[in-house]
């Protein structure tokens, strides 16, 4: 398996935040890997990271741990300011880093096709969100809502809509509880 230099992204990660970047990381689960692989490639990037969002199982594999809270702070006493962990179906759960935590409902969806790309659409419309000015918790909410457009359609973006249908879809749509 051919696996990123934990050092090198970390490196990248701190030349763009000394350029003044906002910076944020996301895995790719991969099966079969060692704790200690998944943490070599991702504790040295911790530091310079002002949004970690794993999947819970990418978490898990790189923690040991259960508790999406526990899995946060480990994170951030490891130098990461934000942590968002995805729950597929149940949302996500959020530490901002002042410890504040919240837990983020996903969207109720009447039909799941494919959810090819529905990570990478969830940090677009994080990424959206936080751009707009929203806090971690409302940048999640439309992470959510475009990533459950993305899961309606076939393939990684065919679903994706302008950002003002998906904030229309987020103003009728019934969230999970």
Known sequence: METFDGQQTADL?????????????????????????????TYPGLPFLDYFIPSQPEAKAITGLDSPAD????????????????LDEQGVFCRDADGNQVSVPSYQVQNVVDTTGAGDSWSAGFLAGL?????????????????????QAPGASTGIVALDRIKAFQQTAPLNK
């Open 131 to 151: 751009h707009e000015g929203m806090d971690i918790g409302q940048a999640a909410l439309l992470g959510n809502a475009t990533a459950a457009h993305c899961i």
């Open 13 to 41: 990660l701190k030349v763009a935040r000394g350029a003044g970047a906002k910076t944020l990381l996301d895995t790719v689960y991969v099966d079969n890997v060692s704790q200690q692989l998944w943490q070599a490639n």
């Open 71 to 86: 899995m946060a702070r480990l994170f951030q006493d490891a130098g990461c300011k934000n942590v968002v962990i995805k």
